[in-house]
């Protein structure tokens, strides 16, 4: 297949098979000629780790650089691609048609992406992914009302390539209490994404209210980080969210102490684009552990 009739195809079955989102839910199709391998459902909620940076295996636990939970239900699709495509073909196809309906969160590439035995093997518990470090591919993305997208493809030698898709659609908006406090007390710092941090402000109050309720030698500090629009409109409008998110969290936190004072959740910042990281989504809010400051006398 010369690579004006593999172009030509990748686009036909773009338009035929391609990603389409409706107003409640994310449906997503592999867009070149595969076979569906295999196919599984969940049929209930449960919690999923959704890892978002290089992966390697210490002792015996994932460490992953990064990583975010959700609560929901998922669902797996494995395709084995026709042998006309190579890892680059399945790779530029996918990016094209994922970009239309996902935010990406994480992307890696090659040996970027860690140990590929892992995340075959341990992530997503599928042998026929597993391939040299330097195929592999790995996305994550997320499209409105709570729908994560995960990708996985690698390609062994001269054969097919497998690409795993996992679609998470989270009950909670991928929110945990108990996981958010834990990593305050360990990392002093969550960082989370801003649409969905505005859409769980419930959780975030209750995050707050516990953590300054088990830390007297503590507050908690909130700062926004969002896409640049003009180094100027970028940082006011991240000022503006930082400052807005403060108060509704502070609000709820005091309707739930009954009137009495507390409040901890004493600073806000906006930092516009100005604090980008390679492994984090661009638009985000990232709750801080800071010293409190104790009252002038």
Known sequence: MSKMQ?????????ALLGLTVSASSAAWRFPLEAELVSERVADRAVRHRIYLGRLKKIGNTLAPEDQIEVNGERSSQLYRADSGYDIDDVTQALAAELSLGFEQIYQCQGRRCGSSNEWANAVFQEPKLYGPEETQFYWVGRAPH??????YASQRSNKPVY???DQITAT?????TESILDRLGTE??????????EQQLEVLASVVERFCALNQDNDLGLAVTAEALGSDAGWAQSTDKATQLQGQINAL??????????ECLRQSAGL?????????????LDLVVLPRQKPSS
């Open 6 to 14: 593999s172009m030509i195809q990748r686009t036909l079955w773009a």
């Open 146 to 151: 709570g729908e994560y997208g995960l990708i």
């Open 163 to 165: 690409v795993q898709w």
């Open 172 to 176: 909670d908006g991928g929110f945990f």
């Open 188 to 197: 002093g710092v969550v960082r989370l994404e801003l649409e969905a941090a």
């Open 253 to 262: 936190v005091q309707s739930r102490a009954q009137g009495s004072e507390f």
């Open 272 to 284: 516009g684009a100005l604090a980008p990281l390679a492994d984090a989504p661009v638009k985000r």
